[in-house]
């Protein structure tokens, strides 16, 4: 059964070692609310965990609940549900669409009220099963490299890669806050999935465009590289977004793979060793 964890940080056993984990979120320096939602849910008895981060959009309270209910229906799907990890993700993105769409069509206050959604399902086969839509994001630093894993479905995203506008034009755009896809919209939702090899060593960077709006990459990249313990990289990323002037709700949050350690890469070479040595022995008998 899928257990949240109330806590902001810390941490769940996972094969081969433990998996670091740690979540904030900021109102910002400018916004009196915060319409962001994350959660982190450790799903015991099917070794997965999964990470989420919503934006909510819309006025009055709607975007709060907007973020909120997906993070929500979002883990009861994939800790109830049946069948591979990206079926999960996709069946239980459209049912988050369905609860939003459902709830704002029976109160006024709420209608247009929608999010974002980025989810991430690291599975104990060391699968990482990414779904998004709009343009909350996944990074993954791996080796000391940064790579953006989720492509935003908003307006400049689109401009850039149709090599239309620069990427450094992109962040100073007035159009830079008009998301494409976003949950709530309509009936038919475009989920983009993915499965991808985790390997040890990974850190995962999930977050709300209030962090990567006001930072750009390399700053993000400085951040990782800089602080490898995820409580202490939250609140530096979280501040630095401040520092930029914060002008929309940030959230991070962020999951840490073990690193490898000398003993299974021993214990592999002494296999190797005893293989080789049983071939030869063959060999010479042969
Ligand atoms: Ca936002």
Not at 36 to 53: C, P, T
Request: overall charge negative; charged content about 20%; glycine content about 10%.
């Amino acid at each position: 059964m899928a257990t949240f964890s109330p806590t902001e940080q810390g941490s769940v056993a996972w094969t081969g070692g433990t998996l670091r984990i740690a979540g904030a979120t900021d109102v910002g320096c400018v916004r009196s609310i915060n319409q962001d939602a994350y959660g982190h849910f450790h799903l015991a008895d099917r070794g997965e965990s999964l990470f989420v981060v919503a934006d909510g959009l819309g006025g009055h309270q709607g975007g709060e609940i907007a973020s909120q209910l997906a993070v929500e229906v979002l883990e009861k799907w994939i800790g109830e549900g049946e069948g591979e990890p990206s079926i999960r993700l996709t069946r239980a993105i459209t049912a988050a669409n369905q609860s939003i769409l459902t709830a704002a069509r029976r109160d006024d206050q709420l209608s247009g009220m929608a999010t974002t959604i980025v989810c991430l399902l690291l599975d104990e086969n060391g699968r990482s099963h990414v779904a998004h839509v709009g343009d909350s994001r996944l990074y993954r630093l791996r080796d000391g490299r940064l790579s953006g894993i989720t492509e935003d479905h908003s307006l400049v995203a689109t401009l850039v890669r149709e090599g239309v506008l620069s990427a450094e034009d992109a962040r100073e755009d007035p159009r830079r806050n008009q998301v494409l896809r976003a949950l709530g919209v309509r009936d038919e939702i475009q989920i983009d999935v993915a499965s991808l090899e985790s390997l040890p060593g990974d850190t995962y960077l999930l977050c709300s465009d209030g962090l990567n709006g006001l930072i750009d990459d390399d700053e993000i990249h400085n951040l990782l590289t800089q602080h490898s313990e995820p409580t202490v990289l939250a609140a530096a990323l979280i501040d630095a977004a401040r520092q930029a002037g914060g002008n929309d709700n940030i959230t991070c949050l962020i999951a840490s793979l073990p690193a490898p350690t000398i003993f299974p890469v021993l214990r592999a070479r002494a296999a190797r060793l005893i293989a080789a040595t049983r071939s030869l022995f063959q060999k010479a008998r042969a």
